[in-house]
């Protein structure tokens, strides 16, 4: 069984600039979700998609992050305009079952670097 | 504010000794627990669930709960210098808007041969 799949590895941008992140999910898992982890931190939760709906997002800096995830299956986080402070690993992960039973399990991560 | 707190090390154990790692959380509506391990510049990878009190094994590792005292730890036999890594405690709960994990920082491992 394929993983969870996330591209680019590795982005280096400067600061105001626009990036993006794609993630696709282990096949039938119905729930995606993002995580931001910064050096020495564990991961922190960003957004939760349940199918193509959004479950929690209520750590999400909406005034400069944005997610998609269109037909149920790949997502798309977007962060416009980036800031220094946004220099972390961007996980991406996935679960069979919404509710207390959710084992989630995560994709390589891009690691974005902010200059 | 759910709080997920660990010790972070480093844990240093000798080849062959139980490593044990520990962790408190603050939310008492929590229900299932996890443990991932993280080596350095790679991400999480689950190794125990937990979702009883008592007891869970799995190969070399046992995972502990206590709900009551709000404890959930992570026993790992015959320590292998493959097991240095940072090892994450996860717990989730019901919020207002779904379930969530909440990590802690992570306890660093270190067995040395």
């Known amino acids: 069984e394929a993983g969870v799949a996330q591209s680019p590895r590795y982005k280096i941008i400067e600061k105001r600039q626009s990036v993006a992140f794609w993630c696709n999910p282990i096949?039938?898992?119905?729930?995606l979700y993002w995580y931001q982890q910064i050096l020495g931190q564990g991961p922190k939760l960003l957004i939760q998609?349940?199918?193509?709906?959004?479950?929690?997002d209520s750590q999400l800096p909406k005034d400069r992050f944005s997610a998609e995830r269109l037909k149920g299956v790949d997502s798309t986080l977007k962060i416009q305009p980036a800031k220094l402070e946004d220099s972390a690993v961007y996980l991406c992960?996935?679960?069979?079952?919404?509710?207390?039973?959710?084992?989630?399990?995560f994709g390589p991560g891009t690691r974005l670097t902010v200059l | 504010q759910k709080e997920v707190e660990q010790n972070s090390g480093p844990l240093s154990v000798p080849e062959g000794a139980i490593a044990s790692l520990n962790c408190t959380y603050s939310?008492?509506?929590?229900?299932?627990f996890f443990w991932y391990r993280q080596y350095s510049g790679k991400s999480p990878e689950l190794i125990m669930s937990?979702?009883?009190?008592g007891d869970k094994e799995d190969g070399r590792f046992t995972a502990q709960l206590n709900k009551a005292s709000q404890y959930v730890s992570l026993l790992i036999r015959d320590s292998q210098p493959s097991d240095s890594a940072t090892y994450l405690c996860?717990?989730?709960?019901?919020?207002?808007?779904?379930?969530?994990?909440?990590f802690g920082k992570g306890t660093s491992l270190l067995v040395t041969p």
């Open positions: 992960a996935s679960s069979a079952r919404w509710g207390i039973y959710n084992e989630q399990f």
């Open positions: 096949s039938g898992h119905a729930t």
């Open positions: 998609f349940q199918n193509n709906g959004v479950v929690d």
């Open positions: 939310d008492r509506g929590s229900q299932s």
């Open positions: 937990i979702y009883s009190n």
């Open positions: 996860a717990v989730n709960a019901k919020g207002n808007s779904g379930y969530a994990l909440n």
